[in-house]
């Protein structure tokens, strides 16, 4: 397809042909999937699938990260008409990426829903994609690390957090955003020796062994020294990326349950990405986007460029080899 006939085109999301390549839809029109990717069920020849997971029930404060997928899809029209910025390659024009659509749950049942997600992504794991999910709150994270575990064992997590999520929790029935990396330490689905946490800045004694980066660090030593701490922690493990937006100071993404002040800005968060490269991501997600309070639709487009991060950092292992 020509460029010509691309930009007569609209909604991409179904029209297009190939999995590959820039969108130059209008940003303003047309059906919003993940970065213009095709819509689809269909992960044959599929690299990387985007798949949300529309679930806030887990939350300690305020809800709505149920509409988070929803807009950070809405956020993300704005940047697959250009190579991504910084990366030197484009990763949309590389590999296939296809939006896998949002997994389907009973919203009455949410006890369920960590062995569902886990079945979710397992399933797009099977069909031979790597997976990137747009959240939801933090707890999703937990039904994909159990799926990644399974198919690449025991995880590296880099967690971009204000808070650790490792708030003691033995009931298994329970399903909480602030515990459930203390349930996946437990399962031993992730190493918390070989993981860190980035950005933290509220207090939790028990660190169950992870590595802790907090924000003050962050800001004391900048983020270049930040991704090479990363790099020593992590080595060759292969490791998931959860990036929770409460990580980014309230003031760049105030759309958010539990917001904290003194965070990351995006500049940094965006450098410690870049910087990560070369690490041997498996998978990753972008979680607790409340668009009820995303006043400005900051934090929906933080959480897009984060998603755009994650692809990339997959994308340049892959190319290395
Ligand atoms: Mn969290």
Not at 104 to 127: C, N, R, T
Not at 140 to 158: F, N
Not at 201 to 215: C, E, H, S, V, Y
Not at 279 to 304: L, N, Q, R, Y
Request: hydrophobic letters at 40%; one cysteine or more; charged letters at 20%.
């Amino acid at each position: 397809m020509s460029l010509e006939d691309a930009k007569r085109q609209i909604d991409h999301a179904f029209t297009r042909e190939d999995l590959k390549g820039p969108s130059f839809e209008n940003v303003f029109a047309g059906a919003p999937s993940f970065l213009r990717r095709k819509y689809t069920k269909d992960l044959a020849g599929v690299d990387i699938a985007v798949t949300g997971l529309p679930f806030d029930q887990a939350v300690t404060n305020r809800p709505g990260t149920r509409l988070g997928p929803r807009a950070i899809r809405e956020a993300s029209l704005l940047q697959p008409c250009d190579a991504p910025y910084g990366w030197g390659y484009d990763v949309l024009s590389e590999f296939a990426i296809a939006d896998y659509g949002d997994m389907a749950f009973d919203y009455a049942m949410p006890s369920e829903v960590p062995a569902k997600i886990a079945q979710h992504v397992g399933g797009i794991l099977d069909a031979g994609a790597a997976c990137v999910v747009l959240g939801g709150d933090h707890s999703v994270t937990h039904g994909c690390l159990r799926a990644h575990a399974e198919k690449h064992g025991p995880l590296s997590v880099i967690q971009f957090d204000a808070h650790t999520d490792t708030w003691a929790d033995d009931d298994a029935t329970r399903v909480d955003h602030g515990t459930f990396m203390y349930k996946a330490a437990k399962e031993g689905v992730v190493v918390p020796e070989r993981s860190v946490q980035i950005g933290i800045r509220t207090d939790n004694p028990d660190t169950l062994g992870f590595n802790i980066l907090d924000a003050r660090q962050v800001h004391r030593d900048g983020p270049e020294r930040i991704a090479e701490r990363v790099h020593e922690i992590v080595g060759a493990q292969p490791c998931y990326i959860t990036f929770d937006i409460d990580a980014l100071d309230p003031a760049f993404a105030p759309g958010t349950g539990t917001p904290v002040w003194g965070g990351l800005s995006s500049h940094q968060a965006a450098v410690i990405l870049r910087h990560l490269a070369g690490i041997d991501m498996k998978g990753g997600d972008v979680v607790e986007v409340s668009p009820p309070f995303d006043t400005t639709g900051a934090t929906a487009v933080a959480a897009a460029h984060v998603g755009m991060e994650l692809l990339c950092l997959w994308g340049w292992t892959r190319r290395a080899r």
